[in-house]
């Protein structure tokens, strides 16, 4: 950490992670000249327990002077610490922003590392080699299983898991945040709770979690971009525990979101469809092989849960629970 001298002693800087007096700085934020306001802290201990998501902060600049060609170093393109453009699916990585005719403002950006899962937690047959072996030839393809009483209880069991899961992803989500903390959270409340994250490496997808932004549809790679004010983002979250499968997602405002963006997301909540876009219904891929956006660049939401269907009506395993944020104005009317 750098000290200020008397300058520092002075500063009116508040630490960016406790909001204490703070005296110290960031060394890369200095070596990278940025601004001093949330690089500063009050000390080693903020600053290390910080440090997981504070380093996306030279990871953008880093990206940022890659794409507008400031820098005159011909390995500037490789960002830190490994992270890097995805690529085929997942199936590769590149230290360059692809070239693509993006049809909205969004652009991918680098991508952090496999997040590892303990041994001991229960894996479903593609999270060695991404690809999954019983799925495609199952008749669960083509035939709707009735399940006995003992699979619908470990289908309740992981879907609360689920939502808890998504629920912890929700409570973080704001303006400066990036995605793939997002994701850490995804991956560690799922791995505590004994779950496995089932999109990590499911067809070679990298990451815990699917998170949408804006004009992305689904299937979003969570990286190293910082959500905006304004922003919509959608978490998808699907639990792999006791042999079943969890699924559900939510769409969420950034900070100050438009009227447009809040009747948009408001009515794909009330009408529980897959996808909804304030646009045209076609759709593109990124070069990421993975995420699906708006044609025209226009927002989309979207909403799914779990559902059981008896004989008596419709059940919500993956529903709202007493515990879960108050993240939706229109619930409170």
């Known amino acids: 950490m750098a000290g200020g001298g008397s300058e520092a002693a002075e500063s009116t800087f508040s630490c960016a992670r406790c909001g204490k007096p703070a005296h110290l700085q960031c060394p890369k ?22 440090w997981s998501s504070h380093k996306s902060v030279h990871l953008k600049a880093k990206a940022s002077s890659v794409e507008t060609g400031v820098t005159n170093n011909k390995n500037a393109e490789t960002t830190i610490d490994g992270w890097l453009y995805c690529m085929k699916k ?34 479903p047959d593609w999270a060695l080699d991404g690809i999954p072996k019983v799925e495609p030839n199952s008749d669960l393809q083509h035939v709707v299983e009735i399940k006995n009483p003992e699979q619908i209880e470990r289908m309740r069991e992981t879907c609360r898991i689920s939502r808890e899961v998504l629920d912890a992803a929700a ?11 997002i994701d850490r959270v995804v991956h560690e409340a799922t791995v505590a709770a004994g779950g496995y994250p089932s999109p990590l490496n499911y067809h070679f997808f990298p990451k815990s979690c699917c998170t949408s932004v804006n ?14 004010d304004g922003d919509i983002v959608n978490v998808d979250i699907s639990v792999y525990y006791k042999g079943v499968h969890g699924d559900l997602n939510e769409t969420y405002f950034v900070g100050n979101v438009d009227e447009t963006s809040r009747k948009l997301v408001q009515c794909t909540y009330e009408c529980l469809e897959k996808a909804i876009s304030i646009g045209v219904w076609r759709d593109r891929m990124w070069p990421d092989g993975w995420t699906a956006v708006t044609a025209d660049g226009k927002r989309s939401a979207q909403f799914e849960h779990t559902l059981l269907v008896t004989e008596t009506g419709v059940e919500v395993l993956t529903g709202r629970l007493p515990t879960s944020p108050n993240v939706f104005p229109w619930l409170n009317v």
């Open 90 to 123: 997942g199936q590769a990585r590149v230290s360059k922003l692809p070239h693509f005719d993006w049809p909205g403002t969004l652009r991918p950006y680098p991508i952090s590392s496999y997040r590892t899962v303990p041994a001991h937690i229960d894996k």
């Open 171 to 181: 409570r973080i989500v704001r303006p400066g945040v990036t995605t793939d903390e």
């Open 29 to 50: 934020c200095v070596e990278l000249k940025l601004p001093r306001e949330g690089a500063a802290f009050c000390s080693q201990d903020c600053f290390k327990e910080s």
């Open 215 to 228: 004009e992305v549809i689904c299937h979003g790679i969570p990286d190293a971009r910082k959500l905006e």
